[in-house]
């Protein structure tokens, strides 16, 4: 009954920017706010690698690739973790997953593409 939906992916044109979003149903807002969040990225041909997560305030992380160019934000009140991304290159490339957990669950989006034009 959870359901993890990602949006905001398309086409865009290298040094352009992108922002996704990824929206959670199924799950209350106690629930939520228990998940840590993040978003993985997989390129045709390679494996899922991550790319940021986010738990509270004081818990965010960003893959080096990602880093100055990405950002990684929640609300809580929304059940929304979305992604800035900026300066997007080529290698950006690719179908972007959400994802929530805990120790106990893990839930994944369908996936979202994103394509950069060189």
């Known amino acids: 009954q959870v359901q993890l939906v990602e949006s905001g992916g398309g086409l865009v044109q290298a040094g352009g920017s992108l922002t996704l979003s990824c929206v959670a149903s199924?799950?209350?807002?106690?629930?939520?706010?228990?998940?840590?969040l993040g978003w993985f990225r997989q390129a045709p041909g390679k494996a899922r690698e991550l790319v940021a997560t986010i738990g509270g305030p004081d818990y965010i992380y960003y893959t080096d690739s990602a880093k100055g160019r990405f950002t990684i934000t929640r609300d809580n009140a929304k059940s929304t973790v979305t992604l800035q991304m900026q300066s997007l290159t080529p290698e950006d490339t690719g179908v972007y997953y959400c994802?929530?957990?805990?120790?106990?669950?893990?839930?994944w989006g369908q996936g979202t593409q994103v394509t950069v034009s060189s």
């Open positions: 994802q929530a957990r805990t120790a106990q669950s893990k839930y």
């Open positions: 199924g799950m209350s807002r106690i629930m939520f706010s228990s998940h840590g």
